[in-house]
């Protein structure tokens, strides 16, 4: 491999994709491995930097992980972090002991030395510590160039062996000048030039899933989000039409969305791709018939979908590779160190258990999601696909309260567009916003007949992690002008409620 490469070795520690992120936000190629990999491996690797990631452990526990000693002689810079950096300090024969003061949290970071890895690193800012023990006694031929009130060694450097310890984490949003420090030591000490961008990793992926699937067939549960949508388009690239996507219009989509994917994805659009859409709206309506309790809802709209899933594989006959558009948040959610659970968002209920194939294909796996919507843009997706908001797997099933009819979608399709496309031209900025239909009725006046029809329920939220969210603070003429419209031009619409409830004690969705 003749690529510039940043080895990543994984001690346990709870954010080594985040420092695989951040070697990527230098634009350098990067790959994370178990400590225990073989020399031999490494070797081959080629790697222009090491970096040893955090762990739970402590050094001088029984079978605490060690990485072989001969990684100090291949010529390459190391940098080691939290536990990397300790174990460092042991195997050089510095002192590692339990701290008087443990620190977890924010320290200020006093710089001794403004050179080699704390090169324009600006003094006394907030780095991010979370350790029991620390460095007592720094290794011969090695030097302390930062400290904090705590942690009288934060930062050491060997400089004539090209060896560097970390006790702060680096690669965590937390600490101010992570990313000045981290891309010290990738483009500074190990030399990478940072040509690395998205596309080669999309050329990376389509070379190695060529490897893997061959001539098998492959089969994707196409949602029309982001992540299902960019894992579709890069298979295709790889294998065109072994590649074989199911896309299910389940009638609980927002207005247009099912023509818009299948113009991406269907026979006219720039896929060599079997794009199979099943139209199952009437399937669902009677599914769902009489049913307004929420999560029994939730549940027969993923138990039809299984159903669906289930009917077209059958069709296709052996499918041998299963495609899932997991991301690295997903991984984390699901546990950390575990593979990621088939996540029930993708695809609304899981998929089925009949469904015979011989292996999952995640191409996004190590990928945050702004990294998916720069990949999606490389690998040419429209901006209105790449840069959707989440959308729940249940669709609009879950923003009708109460039962759900096909002209109670119609209604809620018509007001959510509305919203959404005066909110797009006003500039506001919200992370979620979408119309509900509550299940209210009331008496209003529409010239001069008395109605009695729905209130639709406005909701946008600014949240960060989608765990908690604050209503978005929307300007009063940009209410009023979505509510006249939607009063005037959805039909059985004749009141407009802005949800001011945040989450907690709200949820962003409905049910
Ligand atoms: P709540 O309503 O729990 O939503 O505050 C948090 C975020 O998750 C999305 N959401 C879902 N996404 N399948 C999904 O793919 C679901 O069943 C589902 N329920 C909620 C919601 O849109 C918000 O972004």
């Keep these: 491999m003749n690529k510039e490469m940043i080895l990543v070795l994984d001690f346990g520690g709870q954010y080594n994709q985040l420092i695989a992120r951040r070697v990527r936000d230098c634009s350098v190629y990067c790959e994370v491995h178990n400590y225990d990999i073989s020399m031999d491996e490494i070797k081959a690797k080629n790697p222009k930097g090491i ?44 002192e590692v002991s339990t701290a008087p003061v443990s620190e977890f949290g924010k320290a200020r970071l006093k710089i001794d030395k403004r050179d080699g890895i704390l090169k324009d690193v600006r003094d006394d800012t907030t780095c991010w510590m979370s350790h029991v023990d620390y460095i007592s006694k720094v290794p011969s031929g090695f030097e302390t160039v930062a400290h904090t009130i705590d942690c009288p060694v934060a930062v050491m450097e060997n400089r004539e062996e090209n060896l560097y310890a970390i006790q702060f984490h680096p690669e965590v949003n937390h600490t101010e000048e992570g990313p000045k420090i981290l891309s010290n030591f990738i483009l500074n000490i190990c030399g990478c030039k940072g040509d690395w961008k998205m596309d080669s990793y999309a050329d990376e992926q389509i070379k190695s899933i060529r490897e893997k ?13 982001v992540d299902s949508s960019v894992s579709a388009v890069l298979l295709s690239k790889a294998i065109g039409s072994q590649l074989t996507c199911v896309f299910v219009d ?34 669902y309506y009677d599914k769902l018939k009489g049913i307004i309790e929420p999560e029994e809802k939730r549940k027969a709209i993923g138990e039809e979908f299984i159903r669906i899933f289930e009917e077209e594989a059958k069709k296709i006959g052996t499918v041998d590779y299963l495609v899932q558009g997991t991301i690295y948040p997903d991984v984390i959610e699901s546990g950390l160190g575990k593979s990621a659970v088939i996540k029930s968002h993708h695809n609304v209920g899981g998929l089925p258990d009949h469904v015979d194939f011989k292996e999952i294909i995640e191409p996004l796996r190590p990928l945050f ?17 790449v840069n959707r908001q989440p959308f729940p797997g249940p669709g609009l099933g879950i923003r009708i309260i109460g039962e759900v009819t096909a002209d109670k979608v119609k209604i809620v399709q018509e007001a959510d567009a509305i919203f959404r496309e005066e909110l797009d031209k006003s500039g506001v900025v919200a992370n979620q916003y979408f119309a509900a239909l509550t299940n209210m009725r009331s008496v209003g006046v529409m010239g001069d007949f008395r109605t009695y029809d729905y209130a639709i329920a406005l909701r946008a939220v600014t949240t960060t992690d989608f765990m908690t969210a604050e209503s978005a603070n929307l300007p009063w003429e940009l209410l009023e002008k979505v509510t006249t419209r939607i009063v005037n031009e959805v039909e059985h619409v004749n009141r407009v409620f802005y949800d001011l409830t945040g989450k907690p004690p709200g949820t962003i969705e409905f049910e």
Excluded at 220 to 225: D, K, P
């Design 369 to 385: 999601k702004d990294e998916v919507r720069k990949l999606g843009r490389e690998l040419g997706l429209p901006d209105y696909l």
């Design 213 to 225: 699937v061959k001539g098998g067939k492959v089969l994707c549960a196409l949602s029309g989000g």
């Design 250 to 283: 389940h009638g609980l989509l927002r207005k247009n969305e099912a023509e818009e994917v299948s113009r991406v994805f269907g026979p006219d659009g720039d896929y060599n791709l079997n794009f199979i859409k099943v139209d199952a709206k009437q399937r």
């Design 51 to 94: 970096i040893f990631t955090g762990g739970p452990n402590s050094i001088y526990e029984n079978n605490s992980p060690k990485v072989d000693e001969e990684i100090y002689k291949l010529g390459v810079p190391v940098l080691g972090l939290c536990y990397g950096a300790q174990m460092m300090t042991h195997q050089f024969g510095g």
